[in-house]
Antibody, heavy 121, light 111 residues
Framework: EVQLVETGGGLSQPGGSLRLSCAAS????????MSWVRQAPGKGLEWVSF???????YYADPMKGRFTISRDNSKNTVSLQANTLRAEDTAVYYC???????????????WGQGTLVTVSS | QSVLTQPPSMSGAPGQRVTISCTGS?????????VHWYQQVPGTAPKLLIY???NRPSGVPDRFSGSKSATSASLAITGLQAEDEADYYC???????????FGGGTKLTVL
């Protein structure tokens, strides 16, 4: 059974940092694009970042230079290092497995349950 | 303001058919990038409903179907059931942003 479990959310002050982790089971993270998608309270979905099977990383513009996605194939985990946090980064962060048939038509085929990040003083 | 435009809300009675639209522009849907659809029941994680415009993952009822024209995409739900009450999101790729984008979401109420 495919499962994604996020940890690491919590409260951070503006300008602070958090590291989110995602433990995968039922498949190998090295074989799929892995992604983070976030959802601010009461708002819609917003793509954050992808890491490809070859390690290439992609970021949405608001996250570039502040967020870093990485993968540990030996532990079957994906992480998101979020630095210089802002109030507008407050959201539930979902770890997600993604794939595509024809690039760049990537879609998410499985989602974790999410972890809440709150940025507030 | 989302790059992909969806109606904020829709409603239908049990058994009815509803169609949710997703309108794009020349840098996404009009550029022939595929559209994917997700269902999110309040308080839960999203779930993939339709990928590559028209394909249903295993386990998704055939009451759900997707279509795409040159300028927009649609999600149709037939035989509406109470359990279909949820938020629905379309998603595609935008070449001007070089980014994957979601629609603003449509809240579907089953009357």
């Amino acid at each position: 059974e495919v499962q994604l479990v996020e940890t690491g959310g919590g409260l951070s002050q503006p300008g602070g940092s958090l590291r989110l982790s995602c433990a995968a089971s039922g498949f190998g993270v090295s074989s799929y694009y892995m992604s983070w998608v976030r959802q601010a309270p009461g708002k819609g979905l917003e793509w954050v970042s992808f890491i490809s099977t070859t390690g290439t990383t992609y970021y949405a513009d608001p996250m570039k230079g502040r967020f870093t996605i990485s993968r540990d194939n030996s532990k079957n985990t994906v992480s998101l290092q979020a630095n210089t946090l802002r109030a507008e980064d407050t959201a539930v962060y979902y770890c997600a497995r993604a794939q595509y048939n024809v690039w760049p038509n990537v879609f998410v085929d499985f989602w974790g349950q999410g972890t809440l990040v709150t940025v507030s003083s | 303001q989302s790059v992909l435009t969806q109606p904020p809300s829709m409603s239908g009675a049990p058994g009815q058919r509803v169609t949710i639209s997703c309108t794009g522009s020349s840098s996404n849907i009009w550029a022939a990038y595929d559209v994917h659809w997700y269902q999110q029941v309040p308080g839960t994680a999203p779930k993939l409903l339709i990928y590559d415009n028209t394909n249903r993952p295993s386990g998704v009822p055939d009451r759900f179907s997707g279509s795409k024209s040159a300028t927009s995409a649609s999600l149709a739900i037939t035989g509406l059931q109470a359990e279909d009450e949820a938020d629905y999101y379309c998603q595609s790729y935008d070449s001007s942003l070089s980014s994957w984008v979601f629609g603003g979401g449509t809240k579907l109420t089953v009357l």
